[in-house]
């Protein structure tokens, strides 16, 4: 085994135990670059509406590789890695824009919307003297590029000539729900950044445990608008990679009963004066209010209500990650919706009233595992062995999903010997 | 006019730093509007905010939620105020300027939490000035950790 992954050991075959130093070493980091973000596996780049007319461009970070998203003139999509075949600069300094071609600053290597080289200024030198030999081939210098495939809009990429296509790699409950939040032409309301300083695995975590949903998160429970003990569940692709936490509105569980008196907090049922964001104007045809779906290995598709999102997470170092999320709506949605959706984006992203806890959660969990990297967390909640659908919230099983996936691709085998 | 507005801001900034949020409700009128913008936003002429509260009610619910519900960061804030802008047009006073906020931990370790603009627009009610408007556009739109204090 790989000298780095040898100091971890994962002694539970179901990942229901996950050794501490897998969110602290900064070569497990080096190697996730590699295993995961450059792997076998789509990765969110953008949506198709950012960059709607030919030349439109943005660039974005793929685990910590920038990354340029555009459209060629042929209207297709490509991506490639945003950095000079020449001496390595960063080839697009803007975040994103209009362009005919990209050209580096520092030499001027120019390159079309294809990443092709197009253009080495002085080649031939001058008059004679200087330049590159003739035996340069510029064909051989493009930016390296990236697999694309779209669906309904949204934009992923791959590193990985091996990955399978797109679909499958999602799986159908996936498809579904993107099809799900992408079946008319989406608007861009706008961006929100949040720069976490913990390991971004934990936030991964974090987005396949909806067990903590009522418990971190209190707005809901303080204010008597929703419980861990409604109706909800997770969903999982065939190897548990993804995970969708849902839940359904109105609905309480079966059997009614909860257990908050357990809790420090409990039920304080005060009223808000001005509840009017929390209002939800049904706009799928099922009962699904809030749907948490995160696609292995960088992004979240999120249903708060009517807040809809992507966030796309954006690794900086074992230690720091930045979440870019988009809020988009519909084009055909008429001003007071947009106007809806843009209050309701108060329960959501680093200020969200609902969501706000994770940037502490994650930090608390990565300041207090700087050592004993061989001690484990318990992943247990919804039951230990095989990983599957779970019918309720009070569950941690997608986490687990997560690892399994990520120690396949990683080549560790879980529960083997230390 | 200018130091009655430089006052205002200062004790906007007083009450924050000193989690006398109660009080900081205070200096906006109830039909207020108040407003966290990135500047990346607003230079693509996108709406989406980081906080929006389009009533007194939702401002109050705000600071009600940090108080009862919300989980973040034990902080507290230090705000720095600089080169206040103020005009009044038709009876509305629009004034602006520069914010600093520092954030310090219980351990005393301080960090720069956010830079940015206050764009007010504010009015004299039962003799004194209130914020109607604050729309604040941030730089540092990449928030650090999280933004649970109003700015």
């Known amino acids: 085994m790989n000298e780095i992954l040898s100091r971890y050991h994962f002694p539970a075959a179901d990942c229901s135990r996950i050794p501490y130093g897998m969110y602290r070493d900064a070569e497990i980091y080096g190697l996730e670059q590699e295993r995961i973000f450059r792997g076998p596996v789509w990765n969110y780049l953008a949506l198709e ?59 001027q290597w120019a390159y079309d919307l294809q990443g092709k080289l197009a253009g080495v200024p002085f080649r031939r ?33 791959s590193f990985s000539d091996a990955v399978e296509p797109l679909e499958i790699f999602l799986g159908p409950a996936f498809v579904a729900q993107l099809r799900r939040l992408f079946h008319a032409p989406v608007a861009v309301l706008g961006y929100q950044r949040q720069r976490i300083f913990g390991n971004w695995k934990l936030y991964s975590d974090n987005v396949r445990d909806p067990n903590h949903g009522g418990l971190l998160h209190m707005f809901q429970i303080t204010f008597g608008i929703a419980r861990l003990s409604a109706k909800g569940g997770a969903v999982l692709d065939a190897e548990g990679k993804h995970n969708m936490s849902w839940a359904a509105q109105g609905a309480p569980a079966a059997g009614g009963g909860d257990d908050y008196q357990d809790t420090a907090r409990g039920d304080m049922n005060i009223k808000l004066r001005d509840p009017s964001m929390l209002q939800y104007r049904k706009e799928f045809p099922d009962d699904l209010s809030l749907t948490i779906a995160s696609i292995f290995p960088n992004c979240t598709f999120q249903q708060i209500g009517n807040t809809l999102a992507v966030r796309q997470f954006r690794t900086k170092s074992a230690d720091e990650f930045e979440v870019v999320s988009t809020f988009f709506g519909y084009e055909a949605d008429d001003a007071e919706m947009v106007k809806h959706r843009l209050k309701a984006a108060n329960l959501a992203g680093p200020a969200g009233l609902v969501s706000m806890e994770d940037g ?11 050592r004993d990297g061989d001690s484990h967390s318990v992943v247990e909640f919804g039951g230990k062995g095989p990983v599957k659908d779970q019918e309720n919230l009070v569950t941690d099983v997608p986490i687990r999903g997560f690892w399994l996936h990520y120690c396949k691709l990683m080549g560790i085998t879980p529960g083997g010997a230390a | 006019m200018s130091s009655e507005v430089q006052n205002l801001f200062e004790t906007y900034a007083r009450l924050l730093d000193a989690d006398r949020l109660e009080d900081w409700l205070d200096l906006f009128v109830d039909g ?23 009533s007194k009610d939702m401002l109050v619910d705000r600071v009600m939620s940090l108080r009862e519900a919300n989980i973040y960061n034990i902080h507290v804030d230090c705000h720095i105020l600089s080169f206040l802008h103020v005009e009044e047009i038709e009876g509305v006073i629009k004034a602006g300027c520069n914010y600093a906020v520092f954030q310090s931990n219980q351990e005393g370790e301080s960090r720069l939490f956010s830079v940015g603009r206050y764009q007010a627009e504010i009015i004299r009610q039962h003799g004194v000035l209130r914020f109607k408007k604050m729309r604040i556009v941030v730089d540092t739109g990449a928030v650090l950790t999280l933004l649970a204090t109003p700015l």
């Open chain 1, 360 to 370: 502490e959660a994650v930090e608390i969990v990565h300041r207090a595992i700087v």
């Open chain 1, 125 to 157: 030198g001058v008059n004679g003297v200087g330049g590159l030999d003739d035996d340069f081939d510029p064909t051989c210098h493009s930016l390296q590029k990236l697999r694309v495939e779209s669906l309904n809009g949204v934009i992923f990429g």
């Open chain 2, 32 to 54: 207020c509007h108040y407003e966290i913008l990135s500047r990346e936003n607003v230079a693509q002429n996108l709406p989406l905010s980081l906080m929006l509260c389009d």
């Open chain 1, 49 to 107: 509406a950012e960059i709607p007319k030919p030349g439109d461009f943005r660039t974005v970070v793929v685990g910590d590789t920038p990354v340029i998203v555009d459209r060629a003139k042929d209207g297709t999509v490509h991506a490639f890695v945003n950095r000079c075949a020449h001496r390595g600069a960063i080839v697009q300094r803007q975040l994103h824009g209009n362009t005919k071609v990209h050209t580096c600053c520092y030499h």
